[in-house]
């Protein structure tokens, strides 16, 4: 299927799945409906120019959407065409929402407007309704092909999932996101099953450290590997769309070649710059590419990339495939597998293959919420931007026009009145010297009392309350850094923790501190019992909208390391041929403190791919790898991770 094809005209047939489910029941013919519709996606557009697809609530949604993350300038328009079966009037909605109406927050800052051959429809969008719904856009006169445009207002986090042309003036379409997702693949001309996408020895979702690890682990002892990441970059946390720095030491006694294919995949040492932080830098200082170079030199990996895991086929508590749906053409595919891991952070493979996990009832560690400023009238970082308006930003400084005003924002968290890290005298656990330096650090983290796993969107969006709530309070109520902006921000959320699928063996805090030595210790753990929750001098009147945190740390959270933690904690105890690695392997809580660190679970991803290698060649389970062949487990992990069979 050509890009540009993915529009197209309904009849009866395809109106009805998107009929509510009242007018469904009353149907009895599909003659009881008509139209004709086209349906356009937003992730599909031909241009997507500066929006960004954000993949995140596809679970919850069954779709991506465009987000306009401008920092407050509006980007660049995104646009494509449109060829009509018939001329004349249209009734057009568009699937959006006014992002901080959760909040009952004033302004709606996400406007934007829909552009047809660069005229504007009198409706705004962005403006009405807490939930994704359809927004009508009225109705208007179209010719046979237009260019349709989304046209962003703001800068400030706008968003569009899909936009529906109606013939039928009548017709209102529903949320339902049963209906509408058939809907969506009946007009895409999408087959109802998934296309082949090949058998494996061994199937690994989720392409962070963890499982690009272990897809390269597997791969180098023989196997064939697919890796599914749903991300057009590798490294998860660790890339440059999340920038958090990779921890915990590689190359421990007595295994020192164990986290030799994570440091293959690690950005190279950096200084701590002028902020003493390695997080949230420049881009390329993550090095995304050099992960997808060491991948593509394996031939035995194929590489999924920007493709979600979206269901699981199993038979008798072993998985046999997944199934994954790109996030840019909708189309599904069928991986086949003998083995397979959950690398996914959010434990998606084991969730819906039915394993057992936990996760925990109230008090989550939250998302990070990385982000940075820059000075406008220093070249050199000028120079360097990472801005959308990079052009216009390098001209203004060359002829001297370096102020950098920014609006107030009523929607945002209200911060004029609060301390905050960065603002005077108050710094973050940890934080720099310099005020600019306590901006975007590790700390500032929010989601502790929500889900990590439906309420994704909404901790991501509080992340953006609160960046917003702090800038405006330092440049429009301090009246300070007149030349500095807003240099970058994470749209893709940073998670510490989600749900945990158990194995075997759970690992507790406690075995760390009373170090309890288990005889199948495959991966070191070097950082801290380090569990996050709101920092209390930050918190005050923020019930629910907590976005800074504070770590475990000193007597009772440290102990002797490296700490080798064990292999049971790698594989499912019900699903026979399920391995994990990453944070949503078998640990408690606070046990996850220690583990989740992205370096640390490399080297589990290079544990599980070695086992599942074993699992090939005497055919058998991740379990009877520690029962009958821990040995031989122990025997490759002396071997330099570069060595190939």
């Known amino acids: 299927m050509k890009r540009r094809q993915f529009i197209n005209t309904v009849g009866k047939a395809t109106l009805l799945l998107l009929a509510p489910v009242e007018l469904l029941a009353k149907s009895k013919t599909l003659d009881d409906i008509s139209g004709e519709f086209i349906f356009v996606e937003a992730e599909q557009f031909i241009n997507q120019g500066g929006w960004e697809l954000d993949q995140q609530s596809m679970d919850q949604m069954g779709s991506p959407y465009l987000l306009a993350h401008g920092l407050g300038i509006p980007v660049e328009d995104a646009t494509t065409e449109i060829v009509f079966p018939k001329v004349g009037k249209y009734r057009i909605w568009v699937r959006t929402r006014d ?44 010719s046979k092909k237009i260019e349709l445009s989304l046209h962003d207002l ?15 003036l009548n017709f209102k379409p529903v949320n339902d996101v049963t209906a509408l997702t058939k809907f969506r693949r009946k007009l895409l001309g999408l087959p109802e099953q998934p296309k082949d996408g090949g058998s494996f020895d061994f199937v690994v979702s989720g392409g962070g450290f963890a499982g690009t690890c272990a897809a390269l682990a597997a791969a ?25 720095w990779p921890e915990g030491h590689t190359k421990q006694k007595p295994y020192t070649h164990v986290g030799e294919i994570v440091d293959e995949i690690a950005p190279s040492a950096i200084d701590l710059g002028k902020y003493g932080t390695r997080n949230a830098r420049l881009g390329e200082s993550y090095d995304d590419q050099r992960k997808i170079e060491v991948i593509k030199k394996e031939p035995r990996i194929t590489l999924f990339l920007e493709e979600r895991v979206i269901k699981v086929l ?29 690398c996914t952070g959010d434990a998606t493979v084991g969730f819906l293959a039915g394993a057992d996990f936990e996760i ?30 990079k052009t216009a930003l390098t001209l203004s400084c060359e002829i001297g026009e370096v102020e950098q005003p920014f609006p107030r924002c009523p929607w945002a968290l209200d911060l004029s009145d609060k301390p905050f890290p960065g603002r005077a005298n108050y710094k973050g656990q940890w934080g720099s010297e310099d005020p600019l330096g306590n901006l975007g650090g590790w700390f500032w983290e929010s989601g502790f009392d929500k889900d990590p796993i439906t309420d994704v969107e909404k901790i991501r969006d509080l992340n ?59 991966f070191p753990c070097s950082w801290g019992i380090d569990v996050h929750t709101p920092h209390e001098s930050f918190d005050e009147d923020l019930k629910g909208e907590e976005f800074i945190s504070f770590a475990t740390t000193g007597k009772g959270y440290d102990y002797e390391g490296p700490y080798w933690a064990p292999y049971r904690a790698l594989y499912s105890r019900n699903i026979t041929n399920l391995f994990m690695a990453g944070r949503n392997i078998s640990v408690s809580r ?32 991740p379990r009877d790898v520690y029962k009958n062949h821990l040995n031989k487990l122990k025997e490759l992990m002396k071997q330099p991770g570069a060595k190939r069979v």
């Open 99 to 142: 992002w901080v109406a959760p909040w009952k927050a004033p302004g709606a800052p996400g406007k934007f407007q829909l552009l047809l051959d660069n005229k504007p429809l009198t409706e705004t969008f962005g403006t009405k309704g807490a939930d994704w719904h359809w927004h009508d856009g009225g109705v208007t006169e179209v």
């Open 154 to 168: 703001t800068g400030f986090e706008g968003r569009c999932e899909a936009i529906l042309f109606c013939k039928d």
């Open 220 to 244: 180098r002892n023989g196997l064939t590997v697919a890796l599914i990441q749903d991300r057009p970059v590798l490294g998860g946390n660790g890339s440059s769309e999340v920038r958090v």
């Open 314 to 342: 199993q038979e008798n508590n072993a998985v046999n495939a997944v199934v994954s749906q790109n996030t840019r053409t909708a189309i599904h595919t069928k991986i086949k597998g003998n083995f397979f891991a959950d």
């Open 360 to 389: 925990s009832g109230s008090g989550f560690m939250g998302f990070s919420n990385m982000w940075n400023v820059m000075d406008a009238a220093n070249k050199e970082e000028v120079l360097k931007c990472e801005c959308k308006d």
């Open 464 to 522: 953006f309350r609160a960046m917003y709530g702090a800038w405006d309070a330092l440049k429009n109520v301090d009246k300070l850094y007149p030349n500095h902006r807003l240099g970058w921000s994470a749209f893709i959320s940073g998670k510490r923790e989600s749900r945990r699928l158990m194995g075997d063996l759970k690992l507790t805090a406690d075995n760390f501190r009373d170090k309890v030595d288990f005889e199948d210790g495959v």
């Open 590 to 621: 606070e046990g996850l403190g220690p583990v989740r660190v992205m370096k640390t679970c490399g080297m589990m991803g290079e544990a599980i791919g070695k086992a599942a290698s074993i699992c090939i060649n005497h055919k058998t389970t």
